[in-house]
């Protein structure tokens, strides 16, 4: 029967790796690995990453916002999600032209780094073609919900265009 290993002896995996005389490679990939068991290297990459991309400026006046659901709704899924957007306009993904962008719900997830590609994945949806509104079946219990506007490149304005986050219920 095997024996379950505790938590703090897997953690301790690498530092043995790091004490290993003229194993410098693996040293660095311990490294990494350590880095990564306390978060450092998405942070990193992010840091790293970041003048590559160029990024869009916008008008200072731009505001993203929910015009449904309202903060703290309970609803039934799908819920219905409507974006707005004020000075600035909606244009589909690919499509540079100034003071536009397309929106991107974010779902149960932060606000990613900024100066790079949003994520594409079930908590960072994005509406390259230009829509305003979106039916989102959701899970019973509670979710939040934030808008993010991005560039042609789906990378977020300079500043970032985000909204405020909500908190909603979704019935069973
Ligand atoms: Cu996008």
């Not at 004490?19 to 790293?48: D, H, K, N, Q, T």
């Not at 500043?159 to 909603?168: A, C, K, M, W």
Request: net charge neutral; charged share 15%.
């Amino acid at each position: 029967m095997p024996i379950p290993v505790p938590i703090w002896r897997t953690a301790s995996f690498p530092t043995s790796i790091l004490r290993m005389p003229g194993r410098r490679v693996c040293g660095f990939f311990a490294g990494v690995a350590l880095a990564a068991i306390s978060g450092l290297v998405p942070v990193g990459l992010a840091e790293a990453a970041e003048p590559a991309i160029p990024r869009t400026k916008r008008p200072e006046q731009a505001q993203v916002y929910f015009i449904s659901p309202e903060n703290g709704a309970t609803l039934t899924s799908p819920i219905v999600v409507r974006f707005g957007l004020r000075e600035m306009g909606v244009a589909p993904a690919g499509v540079a032209q100034p003071q536009t962008g397309h929106h991107h719900l974010i779902v149960d997830a932060e606000v990613p780094p900024s100066g790079l590609p949003i994520p594409k994945n079930d908590h960072y949806l994005h509406f390259g073609g230009g829509q305003t509104e979106v039916s989102l079946p959701l899970a019973p219990g509670k979710h939040t919900l934030q808008l993010l506007l991005g560039d042609h490149n789906h990378v977020p304005h300079d500043p970032p265009v985000v909204s405020e986050r909500i908190t909603i219920e979704v019935r069973k």
